[in-house]
């Protein structure tokens, strides 16, 4: 795919997180200007409720277009289930170069992981970065996701995604 007129994605979720603590929605929120200057050359959502109060039902939800009841995912320790439909599968057939980033909670079975093309993943669930039920699977990387300085803690891994013509990104 080398169609121009397709974006590239950089899907931000953060979790317990509400919107008026960020100055750009809020006169009272910090700075972040990292984020400020993202929004401004992109979109912004002003209006948006999670689908629910947990972390894994709401980010799989989201990539799934469905509420947790129909997909069976109501808590934290039910991942997406396998062989669900969702939105990295239809992204990876659709062209993009696929990315997943920090924080995962959502996918964990080695078909859904092998749709990412590059994988940096945080945990802080007791287990290594890159782990599938206990066995390291890695990250994942290519040249277009470079970190910025040395790593020292999950807090300060910082990524940078650099531009490629050849086709789009999406990140989530």
Same mark, same amino acid.
């Given at each position: 795919? +080398?169609d121009?007129s397709?974006? $590239?994605v950089?899907?931000?979720? @953060?979790?317990? %997180?509400? @919107?008026?603590?960020?100055? %750009? ?7 972040? #200007?990292?984020?400020?200057?993202? @929004? !401004? ?6 209006? !948006? ?7 894994v #039902?709401?980010?799989?939800?989201? %990539? ?6 129909? /997909?069976?995912?109501r808590? +934290?320790? /039910?991942? %997406?289930?396998e062989?669900?439909?969702? @939105?990295?599968r239809?992204w ?11 924080k995962n ?5 080695p078909?859904?992981?092998?749709l ?9 669930g007791?287990? #290594?970065?890159? /782990?599938?039920?206990g066995? +390291? ?7 277009w *996701? ?5 790593i $020292? /803690?999950?807090?300060?891994d910082? *990524?940078?995604?650099?531009? +490629? !013509?050849?086709?789009?990104?999406? !990140?989530?």
């Amino acid at each position: 795919m +080398n169609d121009k007129s397709t974006p $590239n994605v950089l899907f931000i979720m @953060a979790d317990q %997180m509400k @919107a008026s603590i960020l100055k %750009m929605y809020s006169e009272i929120g910090i700075d972040a #200007p990292g984020l400020e200057r993202l @929004a !401004a050359e992109g979109v912004r959502f002003e209006h !948006a409720i999670t689908p629910h109060p947990l972390c894994v #039902p709401a980010r799989t939800s989201m %990539m799934t277009g469905r509420y947790p009841h129909s /997909t069976g995912c109501r808590r +934290n320790e /039910t991942l %997406m289930p396998e062989n669900e439909q969702h @939105a990295f599968r239809i992204w990876k057939e659709k062209g993009f170069v696929t990315g997943l980033i920090g924080k995962n909670h959502c996918f964990i079975e080695p078909s859904d992981l092998n749709l990412f093309d590059v994988r940096c993943e945080i945990s802080h669930g007791g287990l #290594p970065q890159g /782990t599938y039920k206990g066995e +390291n699977v890695g990250n994942t990387g290519m040249e277009w *996701v470079v970190p910025e300085k040395d790593i $020292n /803690t999950a807090h300060e891994d910082r *990524v940078t995604l650099r531009s +490629n !013509a050849q086709s789009p990104r999406i !990140a989530y």
